[in-house]
């Protein structure tokens, strides 16, 4: 991260500076990369000042979690594109009638037609074997059928955002397969993304794969930092878990069906405290080998970008385990944590 208001006394660190900025803003722009922007803090600045901050270091990608009003007003003729999201606790009233979806694209996308709406996340992670998996299809169908009426059908894309949990089989990667319990929660799902088009919303972190089985995981695979290939899966070469995790969703997708569907990381990032192999300096190291490996694909799908959303924006005190607050770019007061390179 880069200030572009900060003044040095020497003009050649002034136009370093400036030229470090300058790359920041091209490559981040042309990488496609968003940021998620958590609310679940109680020290985080305002909407308006946050979205000054998107502009300000020209972050053209935001996911927001559910229908902040303070948030979608300050959004307004920002030109900064939105993934908006449906809570998990609104779904069974979303499912329940048309109108009740209606009523909601109106009161949350077609009241602010001045802000570029890309995506409808309906839901973020059901669990697709809890209560609450019943309610995601209807609510995906109505949420669609609502922005179909009123003519974004086009512009905005509705879809949910699902965990890697659901992979059964992720090693190797051509191997993909979803877990057979959760496989009448997601046909109907990938059909429906089929039909219109949508992508599937993937939250990916290598950095819970890594903590979870540091036995066999090497830190510098899931950090982007091998030197050579990890894993061979046949004629393809694996240098870095994201891939691998990414390519065992898109083998799990052909195998039920889905094999049409592009695939958008919805969140991925890497804590800098509280954790295992949680430092500042980790946490850079990933973010910004991720935001330069999206551009240019997998080893199943090379030369095919990966539109990606960091997460997050913020660090969040009101979440649990520690780790989990410390997932953010900048601290609450608006200084970032860290120095990202996007050179």
């Known amino acids: 991260m880069f200030d572009s208001t900060v003044k ?8 370093l500076l400036r030229f470090g900025l300058l790359m920041a803003t091209i490559h981040l722009t042309g990488a496609q990369t968003g940021v998620c922007y958590g609310m679940q803090g109680d020290n985080l600045p305002p909407a308006g000042e946050v979205v000054a901050l998107y502009n300000q270091y020209n972050i053209r990608r935001m996911r927001l979690y559910d229908p902040n009003q303070a948030a979608l007003q300050a959004l307004r003729s920002s030109n900064i594109e939105l993934m908006i999201g449906v809570p ?37 992670e059901v669990n697709p074997t809890g209560s609450t998996a019943q309610f995601v299809l209807p609510a995906l169908r109505n949420i669609f059928n609502a922005i179909s009426a009123a003519g974004l059908g086009n512009q905005i894309k509705v879809s949910t955002a699902i965990d890697t949990g659901v992979l059964g089989t992720s090693y190797p990667p051509s191997q993909g397969a979803f877990r057979s319990e959760v496989m009448s929660f997601l046909n109907p799902i990938i059909s429906f993304l089929v039909n219109n088009r949508a992508p599937l919303l993937v939250n990916l972190y290598p950095y819970f794969s890594y903590i979870s089985n540091t036995k066999d995981i090497r830190l510098d695979y899931a950090l982007f930092t091998a030197a050579g290939t990890v894993v061979k899966d046949g004629q393809r070469s694996y240098k870095n878990l994201f ?3 990414l390519d065992a969703v898109y083998s799990a997708l052909e195998r039920a069906g889905g094999g049409s569907l592009q695939v958008v990381i919805s969140e991925s990032g890497w804590p800098s405290a509280g954790g295992t192999a949680t430092t500042v300096d980790n946490a850079r190291i990933y973010n910004t080998n991720l935001i330069q490996h999206v551009k240019g694909g997998t080893p199943k799908k090379p030369g095919r970008p990966i539109e990606t959303y960091v997460f997050a924006m913020f660090n969040e005190n009101k979440k649990s385990p520690e780790y989990e607050k410390q997932f953010g770019l900048f601290s609450p007061n608006k200084l970032p944590k860290y120095s990202l390179n996007f050179n």
């Open 8 to 15: 040095g006394s020497s003009t050649m660190a002034s136009l």
């Open 88 to 124: 998990n606790d609104a779904l069974q009233n979303i499912a329940s009638s048309q109108a009740n979806a209606n009523s909601w694209v109106q009161n949350n996308i077609r009241n602010y037609g001045n802000v570029r709406f890309r995506y409808v996340a309906v839901g973020n």
């Open 243 to 245: 891939d691998a995790i």
